[in-house]
């Protein structure tokens, strides 16, 4: 069976720059979609935890993610390696 699950609560969404997948906010997540298929690839979440994101940079060779929070921290992500590189305050 498929489930289906929330990925977008409103807010900043990034689209990469070959128009393959999409970065949506949801809560104090971002969930990367294919944009062909719908499938979640990978999810990153804010330096803080459930610490609201409240904007998302993708570099323009999509390699790179940050994302800032509500309770202003900032973190970097590798988006083709899925996971948290660093994070400041």
């Known amino acids: 069976a498929h489930r ?3 990925v977008f609560t409103g807010g ?3 689209i990469s720059s070959d128009d393959t997948f999409v970065l949506c906010q949801c809560n104090d ?3 990367m979609i294919d ?3 719908g ?3 990978g999810t ?3 330096a803080a935890e459930e610490d609201p994101v409240q904007c998302i940079a993708l570099s323009s060779n ?3 993610l940050v994302i800032s929070s509500k309770g202003l921290m900032m973190k970097l992500c ?3 390696g899925k996971k948290g590189l660093k994070q400041w305050k």
């Open 4 to 6: 289906i699950s929330q």
């Open 12 to 14: 900043v969404v990034a």
């Open 29 to 31: 997540k971002v969930h």
């Open 35 to 37: 944009i062909a298929s």
């Open 39 to 41: 499938e979640t690839l």
């Open 44 to 46: 990153f979440t804010s």
């Open 62 to 64: 999509n390699e790179d």
């Open 78 to 80: 590798s988006v083709s």
